[in-house]
């Protein structure tokens, strides 16, 4: 993209080329970068999912490439956003500078330059100017076309927001005259038909002391809270005796009624401060004046917004680790009762059950704060999962809903980098994705989304039972087995290998079993202890498809769900989780039925007690679900962004 410059006054219509500067005299030529001693280049503007294989592909077309890192976060793991590349000539390096810079790789354009080890000529500024009022249609590979013919570049960039030009840039050249040519040459002209200021970079630090020194320069005062008969004549007799004024006024609308605020401005600061330090706050007419340096609105909002920031850190710092969060609180709990029950572990502060604003129900969550740490860890530690009422209650830190957030992008982060190292097969046991739960299927029955999952085969033991003394005919050696004594698994239906031939049958009546005596009260043989309905055979404790035994067994038998802290108490530890995603799964994936295994496992991290209450709550598990949904859209959006 050619990038044209001409005077701003108009005077000359005819538009110049920047490399034409080179043949005016006065600046220099060479517009090369000057390669330092090591072969190491700086790679920048990376798209968040480029590797190092990437940039080896692209990077090694040019000459051997000696070593490729893309500098990740030291937690997440996720890229900076850029890389360095390092080879073992020179001259490549050269050449990569000179033909992939600027080169689109994943839909952006990466920007290369040299790599300085040594941040001093970044820090010092020298050589470093700042352009504004860039065309949007200027992007970085144009900005450096047009200042290179000035001198060697060691950077230059155009600032963006989400690939949208914010209309100012940076270019670092390698010495002050260049700089300085280019400042002369470039400040005022029209590039792509906008008038550009080109200037020598200020840091933020040096920005800051001048806009405090010309904040204590002031001479325009802003006068509020003015009674409405105060007319200009009134305001200008009030702070005329302060000092010479250059204009006083009141504001009014458009009837002339007064609306309450003024400007007056003095020709020397120091009378304009003497005003302000005089009549702020003194009562004139009944009303309270405010005097204040005169800010514009875009100060006034940056200001208003620190103050916020600060109040709001103050908050938190106050709070932070003594106020705490409950719910699954019974509707007939109040403000007093939640006070007796947690005041026993310390001092409170407050303790609030939150309610409908319109029908004053309780919404079964509020909030308790101690007056230190250690008391809010007690009482976590003691109440937590404590039965109040009729429900166990969870007792936890209270969080912000953005750190809630953030800490779930952060968990589906680590979730997707898992799955990125994990093998491309199914571990046994395991869903085929780390993080989603999947419930279990019988071999060959599609699950309800309709995928086909085939289970591992195990061997069936044998039906023949030997008789002491006898051998049964499926028995074989250790030594007959090849593999080293293991026998093969075979497919169910196939033939084993190394059968022993079939027996002939016996001629004559077949015998009759043994019979078993009945126990006393127990059911009749071959009857289901559950009733009739599901045939007359019983399960035994090896039958694939008996139902599982214990509380969630009755209650599946009963048809009733039956699950509640005291049978999930019950249950082995690992058995828990497993036992509340079987739960959880169906209600969910009538909710969300594209991501409910994925949903599923997210859920599963929350503590046991939570997971009760999202049982119990169908509005609870609504929200919760809404939350992990919006979660999870937001990351395959990026993930979409980045593909």
Same mark, same amino acid.
Request: proline share 18%; hydrophobic share 30%; glycine share 10%.
């Given at each position: 993209m050619a990038t044209t410059a001409v005077p701003a006054n108009g005077v000359s219509q005819t538009q110049m080329d920047p490399m034409s500067y080179q043949n005016q005299g006065g600046v220099p030529q060479g517009i090369a970068q000057i390669p330092p001693a090591s072969a190491s280049l700086y790679v920048g503007e990376l798209e968040s999912s480029v590797t190092e294989a990437m940039l080896f592909e692209l990077f090694n077309m040019i000459g051997p490439v000696a070593s490729i890192r893309v500098c990740r976060d030291a937690v997440t793991r996720r890229s900076l956003g850029y890389a360095y590349v390092n080879y073992h000539n020179v001259s490549d390096g050269e050449k990569a500078l000179e033909t992939l810079n600027y080169s689109n790789l994943k839909g952006k354009s990466i920007r290369i330059m040299w790599s300085q080890r040594d941040p001093a000529l970044r820090k010092s500024g020298s050589g470093n100017i700042f352009i504004k009022n860039l065309d949007p249609t200027i992007d970085n590979k144009a900005l450096h076309d047009t200042f290179a013919a000035f001198g060697p570049i060691l950077s230059c960039k155009v600032v963006t927001d989400e690939g949208a030009s914010k209309g100012y840039g940076y270019v670092h050249f390698e010495s002050q005259e260049s700089a300085d040519n280019a400042i002369k040459h470039v400040n005022g002209m029209l590039l792509n038909d906008s008038i550009v200021y080109v200037g020598h970079h200020v840091s933020k630090k040096e920005r800051a002391s001048k806009i405090e020194e010309i904040k204590s320069k002031f001479t325009n005062i802003y006068i509020k809270n003015l009674s409405e008969d105060v007319s200009d004549e009134k305001l200008n007799e009030i702070f005329g005796v302060f000092g010479e004024m250059v204009s006083c006024v009141v504001q009014r609308d458009e009837n002339g009624k007064s609306r309450g605020f003024g400007f007056v401005n003095y020709v020397n600061s120091e009378d304009a401060q003497l005003a302000v330090a005089e009549m702020h706050e003194k009562e004139i007419d009944g009303k309270q004046l405010f005097v204040a340096r005169a800010q514009k609105k875009g100060e006034r909002e940056e200001e208003l917004r620190k103050q916020y920031e600060k109040i709001r850190e103050e908050k938190m710092n106050k709070y932070q680790g003594v106020n705490l969060y409950v719910k699954n609180l019974d509707d007939s709990i109040d403000d007093e009762r939640l006070r007796q029950e947690f005041g026993v572990y310390g001092t409170i502060t407050s303790a609030k059950i939150m309610r409908d604003e319109k029908t004053d129900i309780s919404k079964g969550f509020g909030f308790v704060c101690f007056s230190s740490p250690d008391e809010a860890t007690r009482a976590v530690t003691g109440l937590n999962g404590k039965m109040l009422v009729s429900k166990p209650i969870y007792v936890a830190l209270a969080q912000r809903k953005d750190v809630r957030r953030a800490q779930l992008?952060?968990?589906? %982060?680590?979730?997707?980098?898992?799955?990125?190292?994990? &093998?491309?097969?199914?571990?046994?046991?395991? $869903?085929?994705? @780390?993080?989603?739960?999947?419930?279990?299927?019988? @071999?060959?029955?599609?699950?309800?989304?309709?995928?086909?999952?085939?289970?591992?085969?195990?061997?069936? &033991?044998?039906?023949?039972?030997? %008789?002491? =003394?006898?051998?049964?005919? %499926?028995?074989?050696?250790?030594? *007959?087995?090849? *593999?080293? /004594? %293991?026998?093969?698994?075979?497919?169910?239906?196939?033939?084993?290998?190394?059968?022993?031939?079939?027996?002939?049958?016996?001629? $004559?009546?077949?015998?009759? &079993?043994?019979?078993?005596? !009945?126990?006393?009260? /127990?059911?009749?043989?071959?009857?289901?202890? +559950?009733?009739? $309905?599901?045939?007359?055979?019983?399960?035994?404790?090896?039958?694939? *498809?008996?139902? &599982?035994? /214990?509380?969630? =067994?009755?209650?599946?038998?009963?048809?009733?769900?039956?699950?509640? +802290?005291?049978?999930?108490? !019950?249950?082995?530890?690992?058995?828990?989780?497993?036992?509340?995603?079987?739960?959880?799964?169906?209600?969910?994936?009538?909710?969300?039925?594209?991501?409910?295994?994925?949903?599923? /496992?997210?859920?599963?991290?929350?503590?046991?007690?939570?997971?009760?209450?999202?049982?119990?709550?169908?509005? +609870?598990?609504?929200?919760?679900?809404?939350?992990?949904? !919006?979660?999870?859209?937001?990351?395959?959006?990026?993930?979409?962004?980045?593909?």
């Open positions: 992008a952060t968990q589906m %982060q680590q979730r997707s980098q898992l799955r990125m190292q994990q &093998p491309s097969g199914p571990i046994p046991g395991v $869903g085929p994705y @780390p993080g989603v739960y999947m419930p279990q299927q019988f @071999p060959g029955q599609p699950n309800r989304s309709g995928v086909f999952f085939q289970q591992p085969i195990v061997p069936r &033991p044998p039906r023949y039972v030997p %008789q002491p =003394g006898q051998q049964s005919p %499926q028995q074989l050696q250790p030594g *007959n087995f090849p *593999n080293g /004594g %293991q026998p093969i698994p075979q497919p169910y239906g196939s033939v084993p290998l190394n059968r022993p031939p079939r027996q002939p049958r016996p001629s $004559g009546p077949p015998t009759r &079993p043994p019979t078993v005596p !009945a126990q006393i009260g /127990g059911p009749p043989t071959g009857v289901s202890p +559950a009733g009739r $309905g599901r045939g007359s055979f019983k399960y035994t404790p090896n039958v694939r *498809n008996a139902p &599982p035994s /214990g509380p969630m =067994g009755a209650g599946i038998m009963s048809g009733k769900p039956t699950l509640n +802290a005291a049978s999930l108490a !019950a249950l082995p530890p690992d058995q828990q989780k497993r036992t509340l995603g079987e739960s959880l799964f169906p209600l969910i994936q009538a909710q969300a039925p594209q991501l409910a295994g994925k949903v599923t /496992g997210m859920l599963l991290e929350m503590d046991n007690i939570e997971l009760l209450h999202l049982l119990e709550s169908p509005e +609870a598990l609504a929200q919760k679900v809404a939350e992990a949904v !919006a979660v999870l859209e937001e990351h395959l959006r990026q993930q979409e962004a980045q593909e």
